[in-house]
Structures are given as C-alpha cells and as structure tokens.
C-alpha cells in the first residue's frame, strides 16, 4: 500500500458547547495532512471500470470499458468557466463542500475542499489493492510545530544543556532572549503582562516570521533534547493563551472502490473531526461529478414524485433549483415555518449524457441526506446532480424567560457508519434502462421483494369508522366520535363491492379505535363507541376472509393526538425530545401565511422505541379482533430521530427499528399495507396506498416519469391518490394507468353533510352511496383493459409528445395515455382526449 505521509499536528482547543462528540476537557488533537508531491497517477481497475486519479488536485475520472465513456469528478474547463464568478469557479473545482456552525453564534459558514484543502496540499492520499482514499483537512491551517513559542531562561538551559553546538545556535537565531532591565518603561508593561517569569528572569520568546524549514529544524532539536508533545501543549496555553487559532479546521477522509458495475464513494464518520466550536453540519460529496456543461445533450434525472426529467440547459435557471429530502422532514428537528415541504421516498438521482448515463443510489446513512440538482446559467455553465448530508445539527435554548438570547445545544456524539453512495454506469441513456437498473439492485438489497404472479387490478379501499366532532354535552363543547361507518355497515359495503365486481381488493378499516382517525396513542386499544363492538368487528373480519378478501386494521403508530390522562401514554417518558432537551410537541402549519396555526390541537412525536412497540400493539388487536393484517397510516412514510441526550436515536436506527418491526409482524403471518413506500419499507407490503403519482412541485423539472414505478412494478401492489378523493378522478385514473397503479377509494356509509363543522372535508367524496355507480364503472374497465399489466415489469416509457405518454410490459402491451385536451393521432396510434388506450402485444 502506498501512502503519502502527513506532516505537522494542529492542536484544537475544546470550546464548552454542548454535544457535538468532542471533549469538553482537554485540548483536541486534529492531524492536519499535508501532500508531498511524489507519485504520478492512482489506479484501481477491474473488467468494467477504471478509475484514475491525478494527486496533486485529487481529481479523478472514471472509464466505463464496455462503452468508452469518462466520468469526470468534476468538469474540464471549470477554472475558465466564463460565466462562473471567483466562488463558483472554486466550487466547481471542489470534490467536497461542508457546512459548519459557530456554535457560540449560531452562525452557519460553508467551506469548499478546493479553496481550503487542494490548493494548499493538505491532503493525503493511500492506495491499497482495491481501493483509494483520500484524507482532506479542509480550513484555513498552518502547520504547527512542537517548538515553544517562549521559555524563561532556567527552563531553556535544561534543553540547550542536551544540544550539539549547532542546536544552540539555532536557538540563538531562532529565539530572542528579553532582559527586564533593557527594556523601556512601555516595553516591560507590555511583555510583563504575556510574560510574568520576566519579572524574575530572562525570557527566550521565538521570532516571528520564521520559515517552515527553521522551524522544522527547530522541532527536531527540540524533540532530541527531550521537549515533549506535553510540555508544548503547556508552554502553548500559557504563552499563547490557547493552542492555535480560531480558525475552524475539519478532517474529513473520502474511499473510493470499484464493485462490479458500480463506484462506490464512503466518507467514513469515524474519520470526521473537528473542534467542539464549530461543528461539521453538512457535507457535499462530489457535488459535480459526471456534470455536462453546454455543449453536451442530456439530462438530470431526480427523484421528484415517481421521478422527473431534468434537461441540460432548459433555460430555467430562474425557477427554483431542485432540491428534496430523502424521507421527509425529520420532525425530531425545530422549524417555525412550512413554505414548502419536498421529499423522496426512494434516495436516487441519475445524469445521462451524450449516450450514457448514471444513477447514484444513496446507502448508508441516506436518512440524513437532500438530493439536489440545477441547470446551467445560474452561476456557471453546468448542469449537476448531487447529495448533502446532514452531520450533526443543534436547537437553539432559551437561557430564560427573562431574556431572548439563546445558546445552541448540538446532538450528543457522531452519527455512525458511513455516508455510502453507489454510482452505477449504463450504456445507455434510456430512463427506463435505468428503472430496470435500479430494480436489479432494489431485489437484490431487499430479498423480501420478489416477482409477484398474481393478474388482475388491486383495488385498495379504506373504510371511514369514525372521526372526532365537536358535540354539546351539557351544555359544553365535548369532542367525541362521529361514526361514520359501524362495523356491521362495512360488512354490507364489502358484500356490495364483492357482487359489484370488485376483485382482488385490499381492504383497511380506519378510524376503528381509539377515538376514530386522529386516534389517541396506541398504549392500549380501545373500540369506538358506537361503530358496534367486537363481536360486529370479528364478523366483518370473518366475512373478508370468506371470501379471500384480507383485511387490514389501520393504525398511527409514531405521533400521539388527543392526549388524555390515563390513555397509557406519558408525554415526558414516551415522546421524543429536541437536542435542546425539549419535547417534541408539534402544530400543523398554515398553507396561507406559512406559520404554525393558532387554534390547532397540538400533538407529540412518540420516540422510536415506543413507536415500535405500539406496531407490535396494532398487530396483537388485528389478531384479536380476526384481521388479516395491519395498515399504518405513517409507516413507510414519516420518519423520526430521537435527540435526547440520554437515549439518542439517530434517523438511521430509527430507520431499522421500523424495518425489524414490520420484520416481525409479517414473520407472524399477519400482512401489511402502508402509506407512500418509502424504499426500506416496501420489501413488507402486501400493498401500497397514496403513492406520490405525480411530482411537479419544480418548475424546473421538464416532464415526470414513472422511473421509480418501472423499478417496483410487478413486485410489490400500489396505487396513488383516492380516486374518489382527488381534485379530478380522471386525471388520478390516468396517471394510474401511466405508471401501472392500481385503483383506491376511500368509502363511508354517512353523507358528506355529518362532515360539516369537523376537521375532516378532505372526505367529503367518500359518500359510498353517492360514488359506488362510479367507482364500479371505473374499476371494471380499469380491469378489462389493464388486468393483465399487474404481475409484470414495465419494460419502458416514452413521452410521444406533449402530456402523451406510452407504457410498455413484458408481454409487449402498450398502455398510451393522453392528458390534453384533444385528440392524439399519430404513426397509427389513437388516443381521445383525456383518455387512455391499450394496444395488446
């Protein structure tokens, strides 16, 4: 193995801030590495890649052998770049970018490794047999020699006693003996006050201004005549006042390794330092890598709803650029407003150019991370995809209600693991070649997802038990529940559906206990008064299982609403907490002024650990009350740290503790339905409502494409918005039938009137009286035509031509679907308006 050795130790002096992972006691130790020129290229290779890397700027290229194609990790011609100004040219020409906080401020900085660590080799490079990393300190550094900056003479004497003569007259050049009785008046004040033993001796204090090399040999007679990396330290804090300067400086080390097809990028968390002052809060990893410029043809491919097509110079670099995170919000962390929530539930983007392409998936740690992208014209000439990660983030505390400042408390210790992504190279810049490179690796991560051999359109229905309504109880505003389908009504619903036609159905009953939707925690599970007790539970239960239909009891397992006393739920033991110690109470946010609504009921963020435990409650009732499974209302969907200090529990684990428990429940034979299908979960679902179909909340991105879709399809059931419930059915059935969704409604036996003067207008289109003519008509041509899809992969899409789009399977059946409001007729294929065709393979 090959290693370029660091030179010099830079010693950071430990700020008292709260969390951050650092010592809060004793002087840190941060090596800052240093390159010295030697070597000529680093190479890793195997029979599809070759990756190549030139030391003295770190930057490398990837060869793809089987089409010719380079990758480069950032762009040729970036330092020249006409339209970058200095800082964007410096950015282009960056492998990392990070973020930091001054945590005594709260003021947050960025730093790019290009400016503060390429340009002053303070890096290190290693090459071992299948892999290279590269070690940056990025900050503004100087290399700092065990030498001390001063010595009263009787101490001075004991090191020179033990030098050659050329020692001594190296500190005789290099150092300045003071005498008190030389000096004037002004001049004794002032070296008394940095130097007391003055008063009593003389002092040798080191020039300024010296060169590295003096002080190189300075060290070293130094370190043969005993000087300790003890006495530095000592002599650091008592002649400096601290041990080096103020200037944050972070350590921070990149691997790169060649699997098969793939690169694989880990920046290792354990390596990461910094001082306890300005902790590391985001990093950029390879923000431009494989980034076309102008005069390349193709796109960015991000994970907006099922995915959008992002072209290469589109002009549209005065409408937002993209950006999402993986999962959601954390909600463990404070915001005061909500303009716009963007979120992904499958963490990948891709770049295809000029006849290739790449998807970057992102692994471990992909929880913490936000997926951006933009076009050429804003600030530089290139187009670019990328990830951040979130590091270590902190809230601000109130020191008291006597006064408004604030400090910053910052989570306790370091994530662990990595920050792993994995560049995947094809041949080909079809979006659907990279659904279909995407699914290869979802089936192989996740064995739980297999080919599915059943035919026909799966159907979800939620059936509406109850909500909560204000109701006049002697005399008093009293919230109680309002039935809106009882348990024996939701039989007959389901036997009216089963005549009508309806096949292959998944059926979740919602709102059952606990209150109805907005149910009280899951402690303990109670029926709704009302909808007709257990007995008429296990009837209906009894009933879908006659005939094949399963049944799933839904429930909220991660927040607690309409707390009461003694309903088993603790907010100080069971909720989550902020870093700033406080629990996690939360307040839905205004769509008009952005701000949290005043008159709402508040609600909590249950930990992790109780979260889990209430998934398993949910399973025991299903199976008490005879159900076929269970169906979470959050699961698959939110996603939530726990930041007390005394029991953390990162995003990622808590990521795993959802795994393992929707893990269990499916090991007890129960089965499992979900909300949205975030990728780690959908492995356990029988079925998938409320998919995010459509996207489109960027402006910038061209078209949507069912790109995650073509990688799901066949393996696991889904369906998108309510048919019954959406702004406008034909467009939800539409782009149903362009992504290969099935169909869900969402029914309730009351009319929409019993809604009125309750939270709950949003199901004011599930009247089941009002709708069932329709949704019977809709699902059964549904079926006729597109029955035979379900079961299979989808092979490719294609947009034909504005709001025209073509979806092909395996067995060669063309799904053509037309969102205008004309006709389409072209090369043999019709469409009417507003309509979808099927031409059979």
Known sequence: MKKIKSAGILFLAAALFSGCGGSNEAAQAIEVYSYSAGDSFYSIENDRLKMEMDPSTTYFTVTDKSSGAVWRSNPEGAADDAAADEQSKNLLQSTLSIEYMQAASGVVAVLNNFEYSIQKSTYTIEEGKDYIKVNYTIGDTKKVFTIPPALPESRMKKFLDKMDNSGKKAIKDGYKKYDINNLTSDEKSKMLESYPELEKECVYVLRDGLQDHIKQKLQSFFEKAGYTQKDFEEDSAKYSGQSDEDSPVFNISVVYKLEGDDLVVELPIENMEWKDSSPLTKVDVLPYFGAG????????????????????????????????????????????????????????????????????????????????????????????????????????????????????????GKPTGSFKQRYRFIDSDDYSKMAQSYREYLTSKYPGLKKRSETGVPVGIEIIGAVDKIKQVLGFPTSLPEPLTTYKEALEMLKDLNSSGFGNMYVKYSGWMNGGVNQSSLARVSLVPGLGGSGNLKKLAEYASQIKVPLYLEGTVEYAYNHKLLDGFSINRDSAKYTSREVVKLTDFSSVWYGKKPDAKPYYLVKPQVSEQYMMNLSKAAGKYKASGVAFSDIGYGLAADYNPKDRVTRQESMEMQRQALAKIKESGKGVMLNTGNDYAIEYADYITEMDLTGGRFNIIDYQVPFYAMAIHGLVNYSGDYVNLSQDYTETVLKSAETGAGLSFAFMKEPASTLQETNYTRYFGADYDEWKELATEIYSRYEKELGSCFGQYIEKHEKLADGVFATTYEDGTKVYVNYNDLPYDKSGVKIPARDYAVERG
């Open 293 to 412: 410029g102008k005069e390349d043809n193709g796109f960015l491919l991000v994970p907006d709803g099922m995915g959008g097509i992002i072209n290469f110079n589109n002009g549209k670099q005065k409408q937002s650029s993209y950006y999402a995170d993986v999962y959601g919000w954390d909600y463990a962390m404070k915001r005061t407003a909500l303009i716009d929530e963007s979120r992904t539930a499958f963490p990948v983007f891709g770049v295809a150019k000029n006849g290739n392409s790449f998807l970057c998936i992102l692994e471990d740690n992909a929880s913490v991370a936000t997926i951006k992208a933009d076009v050429s014209g804003r600030g530089h000439s290139y187009n670019y995809a990328g990830a951040t990660y979130r590091v270590v983030h902190g809230d601000a505390i109130e020191i008291s209600s006597r006064s408004d400042k604030t400090v910053m408390a910052f989570e306790e």
